[in-house]
């Protein structure tokens, strides 16, 4: 059972589209952060969340943290083909501690035709 | 880009043969990490490092071992391979943990297929 569970697993749309990705838990997290992989490469840190209800934007992405730090939402405004990647969320359970206390979630893969 | 490089990239191997990965990093950080990535299940730590010599267990450790002799490698072994174990491996390093995560820099990869 995977503790961080991101939605959908899959999204194609066209190029100028809004969309909004999820990433769900039954747990809480101290902090959640959002990495973006591209085809053959690693994941590369995006941001990171910490407070309960926390907005973040980085130019057409927007992260929210969800009140209870239990779920976490990655908006993106316009869609370029340049956004096309998988989208993993990974959080820090509350009161883990060690340097194994990151764990990642299930990914969505995002596809922007142009 | 934090330097870290891992080899080979590709690798095929027949089941029961013992394989090794390796970790390469420049930029003296004291932790590092081995992953697998496989659909739908994201990234899954299998071990983790916080100096020379001293590493620990993963979520799925199972079938691998590690070691760390100098602070820029860590290799990760898998002693006879299984066709489970076919998936791509990611290293990480990172140069603290915390409960605010800290930031963990990837390699790479390296697409492992045991036939």
């Known amino acids: 059972t995977q503790l961080l569970e991101q939605s959908p697993q899959f999204l194609s749309i066209q190029e100028g589209e809004n969309l909004t990705v999820y990433c769900n838990s039954s747990?809480?997290?101290?902090?959640l952060q959002w990495y973006r992989q591209e085809p053959g490469e690693g994941p590369v840190l995006l941001v990171t969340?910490?407070?309960?209800?926390e907005v973040k934007k980085l130019k057409r992405l927007t992260f929210q943290f969800g009140d209870a730090r239990k779920d976490s939402s990655l908006h993106i405004t316009a869609a370029q083909p340049g956004d096309t990647g998988l989208y993993l969320c990974?959080?820090?359970?509350?009161?883990?501690?060690?340097?194994?206390?990151?764990?990642f979630g299930t990914g969505t893969r995002l596809t922007v035709i142009p | 880009d934090a330097g870290i490089t891992q080899s080979p990239r590709h690798k095929v191997t027949e089941t029961g043969t013992p394989v090794t990965l390796r970790c390469h990093q420049t930029?003296?950080?004291?932790?590092m990490y081995w992953y697998r990535q496989d659909p739908g299940h994201g990234l899954r730590l299998i071990h983790y490092s916080y100096g020379v010599k001293d590493t620990d267990k993963g979520e799925v450790s199972d079938g691998y071992s590690v070691s760390r002799s100098k602070t820029e490698d860590f290799l990760l072994t898998l002693e006879s391979a299984t066709s489970s174990q076919t998936s791509v491996y990611f290293c990480?390093?990172?140069?603290?943990?915390?409960?605010?995560?800290?930031?963990?820099?990837f390699g790479p990869g390296t697409r492992l297929t045991v036939t």
């Open positions: 747990s809480v997290f101290s902090s």
């Open positions: 990974a959080g820090v359970p509350r009161g883990q501690t060690g340097a194994n206390n990151l764990f």
């Open positions: 930029e003296n950080h004291r932790y």
């Open positions: 969340v910490v407070t309960g209800g």
């Open positions: 990480a390093i990172s140069e603290s943990w915390g409960h605010y995560g800290g930031e963990q820099y």
